[in-house]
Structures are given as structure tokens and as C-alpha cells.
């Protein structure tokens, strides 16, 4: 923690608390600080990142002035309505500021009253999109800045992910080349810059800079004649994504009931099919993949079979069955598994889904994703094929019913009207809980899924 800056006459000090960011949400968690103790803020300047229901926030400073002290460590949970940050509010600020006609800051992905702004109108702004790192380095002067070396002072740019765990492992940013958007530094090139051996700027006795050369990635045992690690073990904080995912998991593992069953599919017709789409104008311009195809025929068999978009609702002992889909799609992204859904779904397209799910697993990935975006699922698809995996037995996630997982599609030999051939084919598997689906229902279920994908033009009677 940063140590505070004192106060003067000039101004008085304003204290900026964690807002309630929509959802009934009681926590966040602080990612990173886009400022420091003793610089300037401007109204709505972002001053932090948070992240939430698995969601990173940008928060925008409410009003302008000097910092004068950070009351949360990057990973710090912090509660609704603690404070986060000081500003000392300069006369002449708060008298730029009085003159604003009452402007107030909106969080990044919410409207004025806290509620989501439409993600197609959704604002994306350069410094949201390439954070930018806290250390401070010198054009040209690698090694950090002198004690009155104040020029040409300028910050790497890394995703938030990356400057926590540089900071972690001690690594100067300054030294990794990004390979992110703008050069941003991401995880993966700080994991890719461990161990180094680029010289460390240290204070000598005089104070003034000297350069020091780190050891080597690793060392030769002469005895067993083996090159041994420097770094037999590393130790990570559990936070974020991954520590609400565990969270999730356990309470799905302890409280549901769960059980699993599959069936082997031929996809060749659906493949076909696929194939045809893709060359018409319908399609133009849209990525069509099997995942798609496969949550078309999900929703029409929830409609077939309404049991399995149902949820056990413990505290009153009923089970509540929604007419309605939100569909999750998990999606592997760098932060960790994310499963946000589309609402409504019973109402979409297969041209509506491809354009759907390409632009949930991207807001996804990038981390624009909201709590609502992730929020309210009623099924959920996993597709671990894209990772050439044959199938899975996923977990169910609290608050729904059914997961259902879609492993990779190969040409494997297959009979076909009594002779071997050469078949698109694929395994489909769902999980469900027991203790309102019983095996025959989530057999029917699957049976109609597979049937729709080895026929999909009998989709068409069910749209």
C-alpha cells in the first residue's frame, strides 16, 4: 500500500467507495490501479479495474483532482460501499468540475441508473481496451529513472493479467516485448519471459544505479549428470476468474446429484449442410460452424422436453421449470473458463446463433463481458472438440439443470445403410441432476438432439 499524500489548504478530499455495480452484487475484486498517489484524475478518467461475477469493470473517477491515497491492493476483495481511493478535489477543479452541469461518471458497460447499455451500442474506448502498466520507466533508460530523472516518462502497456503476475514474479515489463493488441504485454509473454536474464538496475551504496545479471534459467547437477530447474515449484494465488470457478464447482459437485450419458453421431449430413450454407448470401460474412448447428437442435429439443430447462430450487423444495432459453456457451479464455449465455435464445435463428456466439465468445475473451452477460443461464453447451478431445463429462452449474458437451468430429469408418464408410461422426454427452431429470428424460432428450443433427433438414419442421 501506497503511503498517503498529505493534504493542503488548496482543496479537500473527496473519497470515492466501491458503487454497486449491478446484479445485487456484494464484492469485487481490485485488478489493477491505472493511477497513482500524487497524479492528476480527470472526471471519468478510469482509475482502477475491479472484477466481478467474472467480469473486469472499468471504473471511471467521479470527479477531478490530485490522489492523495489507494485504500486496496491489487487482489484485494473489496465490499459494496468501501472506500477505494482519495482525491484531493483543487479549487480550481471542483470549480471546472461544479460547472459540468452535473455530469456523472458511468461505469464502462452500464448505463446512468447502473443498468447494462446494449452491447451493440456498447462504448469501447482506447484506454479500456490496452490498460496500461503502473511502472514508471524512461525512454531509453531501461534500467528505471534516477532520483531527479523525471523526462520522457511514458508506461508499458499490459492487460491487467499480465502487470499482476509480473509483479508476482518480479519482472520489469520494460523487457518483454508485447504480442498483444498495441504491443500490450499479455500472460503469456510474461510466462514466456520466465526465467530471464536481462540486467536488474539496483541501488548501490552511493545511490546511484548499477546493473546486476540474474543466475541462469538453470544449473548442471555434476553428479547425476541432469539439468535440474532453478524453479523446482511455483505457488499462485487463487483469485479472480479461477477462484469463482473453483467456488462454482464445488457447490455444483456437493449439492447436485449428477449423472451422465452419451451417444455417438453421424455428422456427415449436418456437415454437408454446413457446407451448402456457407456459399449462400444468407450467410455471408458469418463464421457458420457445427456449434451452431448443435445449439439449433439443443433448442429445439428443450422445447420437445421443457424438463431439462428446469432448476431445484432447495430453499422451497420445487422445481422451477423456465419456458424461455438463456443459453451458456463456455469459452476458454486467457483469464480462465467463462460460460456467458444469450437471452432468449428460443427465439434465434441459426443465422441469429452464428452471429451470437461469435460475438459472446469474443466480448468474452477480450473481458468486456458484464455480470448480465454471464448471469441467468437456464442450459449450457461445452465444446471441448475444438480442442481435438472426443468427449467430457462436464459438471453441472448451479442454477441449472443439464450441461451438455460436444466432442470433436472426425471422419472415423461408421456403417452406413449396411456398409462401412468413411463418416463425419462425433460424441455427444450431457450431464444432468438426478433429483428431477431421471436417465430416461436425459436419454430422450439427447436421442432427439442426435436424430436432428443426423437429419438437420427436419430442423426445419421445428423452427
Not at 461518471?105 to 479500456?128: H, I, K, N
Not at 481496451?129 to 511502472?135: E, H, R, T, V
Not at 461469435?358 to 437456464?378: F, I, K, Q, Y
Request: a negative charge; aromatic letters at 4%.
Amino acid at each position: 500500500m501506497e503511503d498517503r499524500a498529505p493534504a493542503d489548504d488548496q482543496g479537500h478530499i473527496l473519497e470515492f467507495r466501491l458503487p454497486d455495480l449491478g446484479e445485487g452484487l456484494a464484492d469485487a475484486e481490485l485488478v489493477s490501479w491505472s493511477v497513482g498517489i500524487g497524479e492528476t484524475v480527470q472526471l471519468n478518467q478510469t482509475i482502477a479495474e475491479v472484477e466481478t461475477a467474472k467480469a473486469v469493470v472499468s471504473l471511471p473517477s467521479p470527479f477531478s483532482g490530485t490522489v492523495v491515497e489507494l485504500l486496496a491492493e491489487p487482489g484485494q476483495t473489496i465490499a459494496v460501499g468501501a472506500p477505494l481511493i482519495r482525491v484531493r478535489n483543487d479549487l480550481e477543479m471542483a470549480a471546472a468540475q461544479e460547472g459540468a452541469n452535473g455530469r456523472t461518471s458511468v461505469l464502462v458497460g452500464y448505463g446512468p441508473e447502473g443498468e447494462p447499455v446494449s452491447r451493440r451500442r456498447r462504448p469501447v474506448s482506447a484506454e479500456s481496451a490496452a490498460p496500461q502498466d503502473d511502472s514508471r520507466v524512461a525512454t531509453g533508460k531501461p534500467g528505471g529513472l534516477g532520483a531527479s530523472d523525471t523526462s520522457g516518462l511514458r508506461r508499458a502497456a499490459a492487460t491487467p493479467a499480465a502487470r499482476k503476475l509480473a509483479k508476482e514474479l518480479g519482472i520489469d515489463l520494460w523487457y518483454i516485448a508485447g504480442s498483444g493488441p498495441d504491443g500490450a504485454v499479455t500472460v503469456d509473454d510474461v510466462r514466456g519471459a520466465v526465467p530471464v536474464s536481462q540486467p536488474r538496475a539496483v541501488a548501490n551504496s552511493t545511490g546511484d544505479q548499477a546493473t546486476t545479471t540474474p543466475a541462469p534459467p538453470s544449473v548442471t547437477d555434476p553428479n547425476a549428470g541432469i539439468i535440474r530447474p532453478a524453479v523446482r515449484e511455483e505457488r499462485t494465488p487463487v483469485s479472480g476468474i479461477r477462484k469463482r470457478t473453483a467456488a462454482a464447482m464445488v457447490i455444483s459437485a456437493r449439492t447436485i446429484p449428477q449423472a451422465s450419458t452419451f451417444v455417438t453421431v453421424d455428422f456427415t449430413a449436418s456437415m454437408e449442410l454446413l457446407d451448402h450454407l456457407r456459399t449462400t448470401k444468407s450467410f455471408e460474412g458469418l463464421t457458420l460452424t457445427p456449434l451452431a448447428l448443435v445449439a439449433r437442435s439443443v433448442l429445439a429439443a428443450l422445447a420437445e422436453y421443457p424438463g431439462i430447462n428446469a432448476f431445484w430450487d432447495e430453499a422451497n423444495q420445487q422445481i422451477v421449470t423456465k419456458h424461455y432459453v438463456n443459453l451458456g456457451i463456455a469459452v476458454a479464455t486467457e483469464r480462465g473458463l467463462m460460460v456467458p449465455n444469450l437471452k432468449e435464445a428460443q427465439a434465434l435463428s441459426l443465422r441469429d446463433l452464428c452471429r451470437e456466439i461469435g460475438w459472446l465468445a469474443e466480448t468474452a475473451r477480450s473481458g468486456a463481458a458484464t455480470p448480465t452477460d454471464l448471469r441467468g443461464g437456464t442450459f449450457t453447451i461445452t465444446n471441448v472438440g475444438v480442442f481435438g478431445v472426443d468427449t467430457g463429462v462436464p459438471l453441472v452449474n448451479p442454477g441449472e439443470a443439464a450441461i451438455l458437451c460436444l466432442g470433436s468430429i472426425r471422419k472415423r469408418p461408421w456403417v452406413f445403410r449396411d456398409e462401412l464408410a468413411v463418416r463425419w461422426v462425433s460424441t455427444l454427452g450431457i450431464s444432468f441432476d438426478h433429483r428431477m431429470i431421471d436417465g430416461e428424460l436425459a436419454a430422450r432428450f439427447l436421442a432427439t438432439v442426435a436424430g436432428l443433427l443426423e437429419d438437420p433438414l427436419t430442423l426445419l419442421s421445428r423452427m
